[in-house]
């Protein structure tokens, strides 16, 4: 049974930071395409940040470029994103996503105060 478990997320002031982690059980992260999405309210679910399987290479939304890292520890078996310079527009619920919109985790809130 695959699981993917967010946690980290939380209120911070602008132009603070925060990282999430993704704990996965049932699948190996190196072997998936590991991604973190958000939705804020009355918005559609938006991809921010995606690392491949195997190789490694990241990709990231216009919005966070710059400000945000995605990473992997395979011997933790986690994914992590990193957010820097948080901004208010952050505010959203955060998912962990595996395999392109095969598995997603339950969410986390990050909510950025002005």
């Known amino acids: 049974q695959v699981q993917l478990v967010e946690s980290g997320g939380g209120l911070v002031q602008a132009g603070g930071p925060l990282r999430l982690s993704c704990a996965a059980s049932?699948?190996?992260?190196?072997?998936?395409?590991m991604s973190w999405y958000r939705q804020a309210p009355g918005k559609e679910r938006e991809l921010v940040a995606e690392?491949?399987?195997?190789?490694?290479?990241?990709k990231y939304s216009d919005s966070v470029k710059g400000r945000f890292t995605i990473s992997r520890d395979n011997a933790k078996n986690t994914v992590y994103l990193q957010m820097n310079r948080l901004k208010p527009e952050d505010t959203a619920v955060y998912y962990c996503?595996?395999?392109?919109?095969?598995?997603w985790g339950q969410g986390t809130q990050v909510t950025v105060s002005s």
């Open positions: 996503n595996a395999g392109r919109g095969r598995y």
């Open positions: 690392i491949s399987r195997f190789t490694g290479d990241t």
């Open positions: 049932g699948l190996t992260v190196s072997t998936y395409t």
